[in-house]
């Protein structure tokens, strides 16, 4: 059964930096797809960045250069480092798992993180 946990949520100020967590049991980490996720309120939940299998992760365009994802498989952890935030970034940020070559419906999620950002 997969379990994931994320932290690192909070209340940070416009152009002030987290770093989100997101620690998974229950599954062979290294062979999971691993992604982040956020949605705001009234909108629907969107992809922020992911590692598909890849020579790189993919990241949305609203934050590329300011968040970077990776990965730990010895702590079967996925952080997001976020910088530069934005009063637009504030959301309830989600991590999701699946295995290797599965759509992203197929994954698992956490229960979610709120990140609020203050201007």
């Known amino acids: 059964q997969v379990q994931l946990v994320e932290s690192g949520g909070g209340l940070v100020q416009a152009g002030g930096s987290r770093r989100l967590s997101c620690v998974a049991s229950g599954i062979f980490f290294s062979r999971y797809a691993t992604g982040w996720y956020r949605q705001a309120p009234g909108k629907q939940r969107e992809l922020v960045a992911d590692?598909?299998?890849?020579?790189?992760?993919n990241y949305a365009e609203s934050v590329k250069g300011r968040f970077t994802i990776s990965r730990d498989n010895a702590k079967n952890t996925v952080y997001l480092q976020m910088n530069g935030l934005k009063p637009e970034d504030t959301a309830v940020y989600y991590c999701?798992?699946?295995?290797?070559?599965?759509?992203?419906?197929?994954?698992?999620w956490g229960q979610g993180t709120q990140v609020t950002v203050s201007s």
């Open positions: 999701s798992v699946r295995p290797y070559g599965l759509p992203s419906s197929s994954g698992s």
């Open positions: 590692f598909t299998g890849g020579s790189s992760p």
